[in-house]
């Protein structure tokens, strides 16, 4: 059954109302529905709640999907004018450019500010139960530790703010430390664990799961590696979660809320602009249009193995390959909805660099004309669990052999995904550069590789990377000028330091 979250679009006009005028940080809640009209009933709480949840559907959030990956060697954006991740990609970003450095922040603050407003008001509807008024406060946290989270990851420290402020206080507020924001992300998801069940009370609301994969990241994300085999434990603990058979089919319309997925976006089709557009957007151009943006590279293709572990034969390709190559990548030769790539059904960027992406795409999946598909973006599923954890035994030098025996399960243990075994007995060095690979590979088109590149700080190692098009001309070249340890944080945009001065820009920008 197809999702029964809806972030409705009476939900959005109404936190339009009261949720964030377009001043710096989006803190100041306006007052056309005030405490006298608003907060009465169970139902109100509902619709607040839901406006929250709607900004996850932002391009700053997760609403971008896969084109977060055109910010690695592994993606290329041809829309360079879209969101900017073409030029985050290749080093040519600023402070002063729009796209995902400004959507970011602004998205971000907005769940800040709206969750704050809903804790400062929530309390108000005396109809609520306990058991009522524990759920919500547990969600809103939840929501809010997203935001902070991502804010670390993206831009290092940031100004903290768990109260409704105003527009004169907003124009003063300083910068916390990194760490400092991170740990506010996760005393966000710690109330979210305490106060959250294991089942969602709907379809697509955030569970007691969702907030400890959340958390599980955070400390990831930090290199913090006791602290991920923890709360992993934690998560063991709740018995709830597996791989699903098929890698393929984890991403199939017919297959959303699978047990393997632990938090997704949730997107219905229609004309009433609450589906996926970057799922459109990655569509090779048939019938339904799309621009395959982004399209994958030369690099990512390359790196997957042969099934066997033997060469890859040049005359042909994409014989023998790890079966995530063809579940994931348009290659020359493929069928995409019963016609011929790239000569029967082609796209923009992907006839440049000579492939399309398929995975977190849809085939055969109704699109409306408004440019909506209804599949839903994974955020965090239970393979992200199995991989983390063989890298924290990995880095912490506890047990490489389970290490690898976690990241065989994400080799074999599918139907449809049947790849060699890697061997026990593998050193630290190996056994780190394997956990790399598979990552790269498990999650190729998830938007999840640049946060690996940037907390690993590998960036210096790999670039500059050529990009080349499918007649071998060059492209691009990323980072040319070579990876600085600047580039591991966007800047904090101009626009935002113009309000406050009081905001540090981060150094080498």
Request: glycine share 8%; charged share 20%.
């Amino acid at each position: 059954m197809k999702k029964n979250l809806i972030y409705s679009l009476i939900a959005l006009s109404l936190l339009t109302s009261f949720g964030c005028s377009k001043e710096y940080l989006n803190v100041l809640p306006e007052d056309r529905i005030t405490t006298a009209t608003f907060w009465e009933t169970e139902n109100d709480v509902n619709l607040a709640l839901n406006g929250i949840y709607s900004i996850l559907r932002q391009r700053g959030v997760y609403g971008s999907g896969p084109t977060l990956d055109a910010c690695t060697p592994d993606a290329y954006q041809w829309a360079h004018w879209n969101g900017k991740e073409k030029q985050i990609g290749n080093g040519s970003i600023t402070p002063g450019d729009d796209g995902l450095i400004i959507d970011r922040w602004t998205s971000c603050y907005q769940i800040i500010s709206r969750s704050n407003y809903f804790l400062a008001n929530y309390g108000k509807v005396s109809s609520l139960s306990n058991d009522a008024k524990a759920t919500f406060s547990g969600e809103v946290h939840f929501l809010r530790g997203i935001a902070y989270a991502l804010l670390a990851e993206t831009y290092g420290g940031v100004p903290i703010i768990n109260s409704v402020i105003g527009v004169d206080e907003a124009r003063k507020v300083t910068r916390s430390t990194r760490e400092e924001t991170w740990n506010q992300a996760i005393a966000d998801y710690d109330t979210a664990i305490a106060s959250l069940q294991v089942d969602a009370p709907e379809v697509g609301r955030a569970t007691k799961g969702a907030a400890l994969g959340l958390k599980m990241r955070a400390y990831l994300y930090q290199n913090k590696y006791a602290e991920v085999l923890n709360v992993i434990n934690e998560i063991e603990a709740l018995n709830k979660y597996s791989l699903f058979p098929s890698y393929n089919g984890l991403f199939q319309l017919e297959n959303e809320n699978s047990q393997e997925v632990m938090f997704d976006i949730q997107y219905i089709g229609g004309q009433l602009q609450q589906g996926n557009f970057f799922a459109w957007l990655a569509l090779p151009q048939n019938s339904s249009s799309g621009a395959s943006d982004p399209a994958p590279t030369q690099h990512i293709v390359d790196a997957y193995e042969m099934v066997d572990g033997s060469a890859v034969d040049p005359s042909n390709p994409y014989q023998g390959r790890d079966p995530r190559l063809d579940f994931t990548i348009l290659r020359p030769g493929a069928l995409f909805e019963g016609k011929v790539y790239p000569t029967e059904i082609k796209n923009h960027t992907g006839q440049r660099v000579g492939f399309g992406l398929r995975k977190n795409v849809g085939e055969n999946v109704p699109i409306t004309t408004a440019r909506m598909s209804p599949l839903n973006f994974i955020v965090l599923r239970y393979a992200d669990v199995l991989l983390a954890k063989a890298e924290a035994l990995i880095e912490t030098n506890q047990n490489i052999d389970e290490a690898i025996s976690l990241i065989n399960r994400i080799r074999t243990e599918r139907k449809d995904v049947r790849i060699t075994l890697l061997p026990t007995g593998l050193s630290q060095v190996v056994a780190r550069e394997k956990l790399r690979h598979e990552r790269r590979i498990e999650f190729f088109g998830e938007g999840i590789n640049w946060a690996d590149i940037k907390r690993w700080n590998i960036g210096p190692a790999i670039y500059p990377v050529e990009v080349h098009a499918a007649d071998a001309s060059l492209i691009e070249t990323k980072f040319p000028g070579g990876y600085k340890e600047k580039d591991n944080l966007l800047p904090i945009p101009d626009n935002e330091r113009a309000a406050n001065p009081n905001l540090e820009q981060n150094p080498g920008w």
